[in-house]
């Protein structure tokens, strides 16, 4: 559970930062780390989704 909270303050303060590169930069940055985000935001799912099965396929 305490990991979800601070998965969610993370992901917050991303966002934050992200509207600030955006405002002081131009969009290519801004594209540019919204790519590297996602795509580690996808990452992070795969392995989330590979953990649960690993778990329920265990029970």
Do not use: H, P, T, W
């Amino acid at each position: 559970m305490l990991q979800i909270i601070i998965g969610f303050f993370l992901i917050s303060i991303l966002v934050s930062l992200l509207q600030f590169i955006k405002e002081r930069v131009g969009n290519d940055v801004y594209n540019f780390f919204l790519f590297i985000i996602c795509v580690s935001i996808l990452i992070i799912i795969c392995i989330a989704l590979f953990k649960i099965g690993a778990f329920i396929f265990n029970l």
